[in-house]
């Protein structure tokens, strides 16, 4: 075997391990969104990336022991992974190193129950890093190819993750991926003592399938999930389980589960028994039996609507398990359209309910809001699904993107009512107000954009003890109308909160509330006040937009001193559970990242040229890349319709693209300005994309599913090539002037990639996605200043 | 060799006491700074919250922090509420000698406890069936005898022993059991938290009036305990 072939076989190797690492990586964030809650996605990020800083810094620091035995080295680190993948994942559900995001709260021990966590799951991506950054180092020369080989594994591994998550377990999925991480250690094992290491991969990745066909550990879910509580009650049972890219989705029967939100207390009948279906742990939806059974309904204040008329065309947006389409049913709807996106809760509502056999209605798998922009339909109603959850959710939503629930939705939803259509959203009653309050908002805002005037004819509000259901009219309500509402208040105990005509005595006569805030407040967003509740009261109301659609992100950070004053140690709940997660990470991730990755570095500087270079140069490309991929995945769940498409189409193609964008570098010869010249493209291109992003792809929102994936990557892909190459080019460059900078370059990289990864989530949220974008463009111009910053002006042709 | 059994049997005789002082004065601050404090006034409240000994209803790992101010989780996904939820949800249904109250949502019987304290019957009901055991044998260990505990769903009520003059539902729930209005007396009380584990909610009165309207009211934020069904 001689050198080149070697090197034929890393490139195959290395191409492997990255698809292994990155198809585990995504299994990782869905195993932490079932076990604890979607947001340790950005945990795993950064997590992912603090493994491949820090090995940055290890191969820095041991640089030539590493090297003189890099034959053995990289197999064994590759077999290191392989074996770490499904083994970190069984001791993190072990008593000692179990951790319960609720009970941050309550046991200050949880927040190293935390680190521990983080430090575990560190470990395969750190032995992953070594090998990666071993094959890096000692091949510089040829790193364009080495870096291809890296990004394009890693693009395909996105793919692989999505094909593993159709056809595996969530527990099966990592004993996978570590088999293929061992299958790269094979490919490049040393001819000495060959047999040996034959033999240990050999057995290893037996036990690996056969465990993966019989995982010794079952998803150590958090007790405070919704399907753990429910597995609590008697005779509770999961009938059926099933997994794919939406989630793993359970259906599970109990006798005692039963269906009634915010039920009237003038009812005295049964409430049904119902079936229920989780997704990722948390509720998804119940499943009526038959439409006689969503008869109960009618004691609740989403029965409005029907109070008023009967409609017979009707929408159902995010129908979920067709509670809500099947009481369309019920009450007489001649066409009824049932939208939802997630393929698996749709099966079961086909197969468990009688909605299949309803000629009546028809199902689309789509999300909503590529529903909305494709129908030419009009109706007389359309259904949202309900805000929030039963009590809130300690703000675990507040980083979920809700793209139904932005001010450009609600405008496509009027557009679709017939002219004397409504549509209805009911929401449960939070305390301290704020979704009541921001639907109001998002209401009003999309009827001053419609050019009415008197919004107050237009809007109706029912209030039971804990929901409140808003009805929005095309035209305004009739007196007909406003009687109808008042007598179905009576009926059921509910009061009206906004009525044409309404009286302060009404709104409060039989589900008292303790101060008249709730109306006051809502009367001031009705009547143009808006601006100064937004700036003045304490949470965030201000409507979302597709620029910022994060519909359940109320904390204002300044008002926590005021919240503080009213509420002492209960405003510790006020701080979103998600972000405030995302805030602990950022802070362990600079924490860490300074501790692993630049300390050490810095130990070592002196040997090091054109530092100033360096830390610039890479950090600027660190940070612009993180920041452009969230953006664009954020941008694209809106664009395909859900957020494992958008990551999965977003990394793959990006890592896809920059990864031939690293090939083709390779055989430029490219000089200091020539550098130059490609940061300058990126920074023009992205400022471009700033700005005109959010239009091409509202422009191609109506294209079929082939024609939005030929789209996005086109549109992924330009931006990615450019970005693929000044990496490779920089580490080239500083190679053939100061090779000891080479890791330290690579580290920095890896810390301000940690860094970004969670910064930019907090950018996004507090600045909006255009904004991201432009800070994006600002980093690669920090590394294009840092161009001419090099000491020594003698521009160095690099080697293909 | 003698010393040391000295020394043991010492520390069997002293130690004990000392904790059992610790906790007497644990209780009596709790109920001055957590109680008193924050207005909660009715004396038999005040009284029995100072007679439980909650220490002896938490789980052992949380022993120690029995006595402050927050709840403390007991395992499958509840809570032991916070001492002056207890307070005040017992204070807002102004129990007295004489009267019968059912509990929804046992979980570790402190509140029950507190109830016995004051009324005459209580009849308490646990779906989870471990926590249902539990929080039995140690209010029959405690000596409560009018403490009835039952394994089963709360969205039956208990209707051999209804009417009640009041009802407290512990764990929140998306919807309130007609059979739970049902089984109240007319005039009759009922307090029910609403909103998300360890979260601001909101404490709501129920009110069965005697001309058969149904009225609620929601009274202050409160933390408490999840719930246990959708």
Known sequence: MGAFSYFNRLLISIGLLSLSMIAYQLSLMQYLSIVQWYHFAYMVIAIALLGFGAAGTFIAIFRKPLLGQIDFLLPLFMLLTGICMPLILWLSGQPFARFDTYLLFVERSQLWQLLLYELLFFIPFFFCALAIGLAFVKYTNRIGKLYFSNLAGSGLGGLAAIALFWTAFPTQIPYFTGFLALLSAFLIIP?????????????????????????????????????????????ARIEKSANSPHGWVQYVTSPVLRYAPGLSLSFTGEVPVIDAVFSNGDWAGAVLKSPRESGILDYTTSAVAWELATPKKVLVLDAGTGVRTQYASLKGASEIDHVESHRLVNGFAEDQTELASDNTVTMYQQDSRSFLAQTEKSYDLISLPPIGAFGGTAGLGALQEEYLLTTRAFSLIFDRLQSNGFFEITVWLDYPYRNPLKIAATISETLAEKGITLPEQHMVCVRSWNTLTFLVKKTPFTPIEVQAVRDFCDRLYFDPMLLPGITAEERNRYNMLEDQVLFSLTDSIISGNRESIYETYDFHLRPATDDKPYFSQFLRLKSLP??????????????????????????????????????????????????????????????????????????????????????????????????????????????????????????????????????????????????????????????????????????????????????????????????????????????????????????????????????????????P | MKIALLISVLLLFFIAPVDQE??????????????????????????????????????????????????????????????????????????????????????????????????????????????????KSKLEEMGYTNVHVKDGDGYFGWEEHAPFDAIIVTAASPFIPPPLIEQLKEGGKMVIPVGAPFTTQQLMLVEKQKDGTRKTRNLLPVRFVPFTRK
């Open chain 1, 562 to 799: 005021h919240l503080q004053e009213i509420f002492g140690n209960q405003s510790a709940s006020f701080i979103e559970l998600g972000y405030l997660i995302v805030g602990v990470t950022f802070i362990q991730s600079l924490l860490l990242a300074f501790l692993l990755i630049l300390l050490p570095l810095f130990r070592m500087k002196k040997n090091i040229m054109n530092k100033g270079f360096t830390l610039i140069y890479f950090s600027g490309l660190g940070m612009g890349f993180m920041f452009v991929e969230i953006v664009l995945i954020q941008r694209f769940v809106l664009y395909l319709g859900h957020p494992v498409y958008s990551v999965a189409a977003v990394i793959s193609g990006m890592l896809l693209l920059s990864g031939l964008g690293s090939w083709w570098s390779s055989r430029l010869k490219l000089s200091l300005s020539g550098i130059r010249a490609v940061v300058m493209l990126i920074v023009l291109l992205l400022l471009v994309y700033a700005g005109s992003l959010p239009l091409l792809l509202q422009a191609g929102m109506g294209f079929s599913i082939w024609g939005k994936t030929l789209f996005s990557l086109l549109l992924v892909g330009i931006p990615s090539f450019f970005m693929g190459m000044p990496f490779p080019l920089g580490l080239q460059y500083l190679s053939q002037r100061n090779e000891e900078a080479v890791p330290w370059a690579w580290g920095i990289n890896g810390c301000l990639s940690v860094v970004s990864a969670s910064l930019a989530t907090i950018l996004a949220i507090e600045v909006g996605f255009s904004m991201l974008m432009l800070l994006a463009a600002a980093a690669y111009f920090i590394t294009l200043i840092s161009c001419f910053l090099v000491k020594s002006n003698k521009d160095i042709k690099l080697a």
């Open chain 2, 22 to 135: 610790r906790y007497a004065r644990d209780r009596q601050q709790m109920v001055t700074f957590q109680l008193e404090a924050r207005g909660i006034k009715d004396k038999s409240t005040l009284t029995a919250m100072r007679n439980v000994e909650r220490h002896r209803l938490v789980p052992k790992a949380q022993v120690e922090y029995a006595y402050e101010d927050r709840p403390l989780p007991i395992g499958y996904g509840q809570t032991i509420s916070q001492p002056y939820m207890v307070g005040y949800m017992t204070e807002v249904i102004r129990p007295r000698a004489g009267m019968k109250v059912l509990e929804i949502g046992t979980g570790s019987g402190y509140q029950a406890a507190v109830l016995a304290e004051i009324v005459d019957e209580v009849y308490t009901i646990e779906i989870v069936e471990v926590l249902a055991k539990t929080a």
């Open chain 1, 191 to 235: 001819l000495h003592k060959r047999r040996i290491w034959v033999i240990s991969i050999g057995i290893t990745a037996v036990i690996l399938i056969f465990l993966a066909f019989s995982p010794p550990s079952t998803l150590p879910l958090s007790q405070y999930k919704s399907l753990s509580q429910t597995l609590d009650l008697p005779n």
